[in-house]
C-alpha cells in the first residue's frame, strides 16, 4: 500500500521514521511519499519536501513566510491528489497537516491518520471540531488524552504507547560507556554531572540558559554539561556561558543523562526523557509577561502543569518554575533539594514509578503500525 506522510521538524522526521519501519513489517509492499527529513529518506520513498522548508513557529515568522506556507501546502494538497496514496498519516504539526487534512477529507476519499495527537488539551481545544470531522483515526503517545477525547468530547482515539520510552530503554540497554570513559572522551573533570537542557530553539534558549547557569554554578562541587540541540550552533550557545566554565555537548543528550546526577530542564519531551533516565530535575521555563501568565494559568490555560511528567502523573511530581516563578534564587534551591541526601531526591524518584506504569509497555510505532495496516486491509 502507498502511504503519505507529513512531518513539521525534527522530532517528528524521529517518530515518522519509526513508524515507516514497523510500516514495512506489516506491509511488505509499502511504498512512502513524504513531507519529512532525513531520518525517513533513510527508510525510504519520496522526499517532497524537506521539514526545514516547513517549520515556522510563532506568529511574526508565520506572518512573515505566509506566501511560502501557502505555497507549500498547495504543492502538497495536489502531490496528494496526483498520488493518489491509500492512507495520509499526519505526525504532530497542527497548524499545517489539519489544512491538509480538510482539504482531503473533503475532495479524496483517502483516509487521514493522525499519529501524535494535536495537544488540543493545553490550548485551541476548539480544533476538536476539525478533528472529528476530518481525521478517520487518531493515535495518541499520551495516556491522559483517553479521557480527554473520549469522554469529555466523546471521539474514540488509540493509545499506542509511548515512543519515548522504547528509545530511552533501547538506548540504556545498548549504552555500554563508563562515566570515566564519558568524562574522558569530552574532556570532563570526575565531578558530579549537573545536566542543562535548555530547549531546542534559538528563543528558549536565549531565554532560559542564563539563568540556569546562574543558579547551578553555585553547586561547586558539580560540573555543569549543557545539553546542545541538533540543529543550534555551539556558537549560539557560547554567547551566553559569560565566566561560566560550563561544556556544551551537541547530540549527546542521552548520555549526558545516562551519567549525571540531577538536571535543570526546559518543558517538552526533555522532561519526560530524563524523568526515564531516573535522573531528578527541576523544570524551568522563563516567559514574557510572567504574572499574565500567571493569572492565565489560573483562570485560562486549561492544564494544571506544563511538564509531560507532571501530567502524565497527574500531580506535581517535578517542580514547574515558569512565568514568575522563574528566578535564579527559586531554581538553586529547588536544585538543592533534589541532590544526593535531600529527601526532594528520593520522592521524586519513588513518583517516576508511576509514571512509567501509567506509559504501559506498548512499543508506538509498531503498535499504531499495526492497526493503521489492520484498518486498510479492512
Not at 522530532?11 to 514497523?22: C, I, K, P, T
Not at 560540573?223 to 547530540?251: C, H, M, P, T, W
Request: include cysteine; glycine fraction near 4%; hydrophobic fraction near 40%.
Amino acid at each position: 500500500m502507498k502511504y503519505y506522510l507529513i512531518v513539521g521538524e525534527a522530532s517528528g522526521d524521529l517518530h515518522a521514521s519509526r513508524l515507516m519501519m514497523a510500516l514495512q513489517k506489516y506491509d511488505s509492499n509499502a511504498e512512502f511519499r513524504f513531507l519529512g527529513g532525513d531520518l525517513m529518506s533513510e527508510v525510504g520513498g519520496q522526499c517532497v519536501k524537506h521539514y526545514k522548508e516547513l517549520a515556522y513557529m510563532g506568529f511574526i515568522p508565520v506572518l512573515l513566510h505566509l506566501p511560502i506556507i501557502l505555497k507549500n501546502m498547495k504543492l502538497c494538497k495536489e502531490d496528494i491528489a496526483k498520488w493518489q496514496p491509500d492512507a495520509v498519516i499526519l505526525v504532530d504539526y497542527p497548524g499545517f497537516n489539519l489544512n491538509i487534512a480538510k482539504y482531503v477529507k473533503k475532495h479524496t476519499k483517502i483516509p487521514v491518520y493522525y499519529y501524535i495527537s494535536p495537544k488540543i488539551w493545553a490550548w485551541k481545544e476548539w480544533r476538536i471540531r476539525s478533528i472529528k470531522r476530518d481525521i478517520k483515526e487518531l493515535f495518541s503517545i499520551l495516556p491522559f488524552e483517553v479521557p480527554f477525547f473520549e469522554q469529555k468530547h466523546n471521539y474514540k482515539i488509540h493509545y499506542v504507547g509511548n515512543p519515548t520510552v522504547e528509545e530511552v530503554a533501547t538506548f540504556r540497554s545498548e549504552y555500554t560507556e563508563s562515566k570515566e570513559e564519558f568524562c574522558e572522551r569530552n574532556e570532563l573533570t570526575n565531578q558530579p554531572i549537573i545536566a542543562i537542557l535548555a530547549g531546542s530553539r534559538r528563543q528558549e534558549i536565549k531565554d532560559n540558559l542564563p539563568s540556569m547557569l546562574e543558579a547551578a554554578k553555585h553547586f561547586e562541587d558539580y560540573q555543569l554539561v549543557v545539553a546542545g540541540a541538533q540543529s543550534i550552533d555551539e556558537s549560539y550557545y557560547r554567547k551566553f556561558l559569560g565566566s561560566n566554565n560550563a561544556k556544551i555537548l551537541k547530540n549527546e543528550t542521552y548520555n549526558i543523562l545516562s551519567h549525571s546526577t540531577a538536571a535543570l530542564v526546559t518543558s517538552g519531551t526533555a522532561t519526560l526523557e530524563t524523568a526515564l533516565f531516573n535522573v531528578p530535575q527541576v523544570v524551568c521555563y522563563e516567559t514574557p509577561l510572567p504574572h499574565l501568565i500567571r493569572f492565565a494559568f489560573r483562570h485560562v490555560i486549561k492544564v494544571k502543569y506544563i511538564s509531560l511528567v507532571n501530567l502524565i502523573a497527574d500531580k506535581e511530581i517535578v517542580q514547574e518554575l515558569l512565568a514568575d516563578r522563574f528566578r535564579v534564587y527559586n531554581i538553586a534551591n529547588e536544585l538543592y533539594k533534589i541532590l544526593p541526601g535531600q529527601t526532594g531526591r528520593t520522592a521524586m524518584l519513588d513518583n517516576y514509578q508511576s509514571v512509567r506504569e501509567r506509559l504501559g509497555t506498548s512499543i508506538a510505532p509498531e503498535k499504531a503500525a499495526e492497526i493503521m495496516v489492520t484498518l486498510l486491509r479492512q
